[in-house]
């Protein structure tokens, strides 16, 4: 048994070496362990507790375990999504990718298509933004389509999001206004950090280049009556893309950035 103080000093020494926050990650796991909001560690930071569940988890983490999965949570959109190893992390510049899709969704009924849902973040703040959509969400990981399904019931739009197990647009026969995809884009000899070595490869790797499976799922957007796709890239691959897309003589193309400047995704429409 420990006070809480010790325990915090105990986290931030540990994670020094291998965290750029080590206090906030320190107080982040002490007070999931102790099931306690963080305001509390330091209204009561002489309080002695069972330290265990707590060393750990900080244990865990100075290996490079991902806070997310120990936790179990993911913050996306100002919403808390669960998350689960096996799983895709969301990361913010996909907010981006969000908000431009909703812009052009606008108030109008449509129903839209998200290919590789993860846990499904997109899908389910798509559907809180634009109540009057309807969704189809696919995966070929099962993880995935569970975690989503589980994520959906949280924010009450289960309903409304009809997550299937399958790839691309293979077990989708309706008609799709809008299709939007965060695909796996990184090359396959790229050298991971060590956090991510721990998330699902299918979810990272996307080629020999890092651009096959974006290339794949245009080409699976191109042959259906789909007006628009919405895809994050690599902050590198804009050239790659580029390049691509010549080939299709009867699309327009618009790149964006994320909310640090980087290039991160295109919008293609067919005209």
């Not at 009809?162 to 884009?185: A, C, M, Q, T, W």
Request: aromatic share 10%; hydrophobic share 35%; net charge negative.
């Amino acid at each position: 048994m420990k006070k809480v103080s010790e325990l915090l000093a105990y986290g931030v020494s540990t994670l020094k070496e291998t965290s750029q926050r080590p206090r906030l990650e320190s107080e982040i796991l002490l007070a999931y362990a102790l099931k306690k909001e963080r305001v509390w560690l330091h209204t009561y930071p002489e309080v002695v507790v069972d330290e265990s569940p707590y060393i750990e988890m900080i244990h865990k983490r100075r290996e490079n375990y991902p806070l997310e999965y120990i936790t179990g949570t993911v913050s996306f959109y100002g919403e808390t999504f669960y998350t689960s190893e096996g799983v895709l992390i969301p990361r913010p510049e996909t907010e981006t990718l969000v908000e431009l899709a909703s812009k052009e969704i606008g108030d109008k009924p449509l129903t839209i298509c998200e290919v590789g849902v993860g846990s499904g973040i997109i899908s389910i703040i798509l559907a809180k933004l634009n109540p009057h959509i309807t969704i189809i969400g696919t995966d070929i990981n099962p993880k995935a389509i569970e975690l989503s399904k589980k994520n959906a019931k949280k924010f009450n739009v289960i309903n409304r999001i009809d997550f299937r197990l399958g790839s691309i647009l293979e077990p989708v026969n309706e008609k799709i206004d809008i299709l939007v995809s965060n695909p796996p884009y990184i090359a396959d000899d790229y050298q991971l950090p060590e956090n991510v070595k721990y998330e699902p490869k299918e979810a990272l790797f996307g080629g020999i280049q890092g651009d096959e499976l974006i290339q794949e799922i245009i080409e699976n957007w191109y042959k259906k009556d789909i007006s628009h796709f919405f895809c994050e890239y690599g902050y590198d691959q804009k050239s790659l893309i580029a390049k691509y897309i010549e080939k299709y003589d009867d699309v327009k193309v618009l790149y964006y950035k994320d909310l640090a400047g980087l290039n991160r995704g295109f919008i293609l429409k067919k005209i």
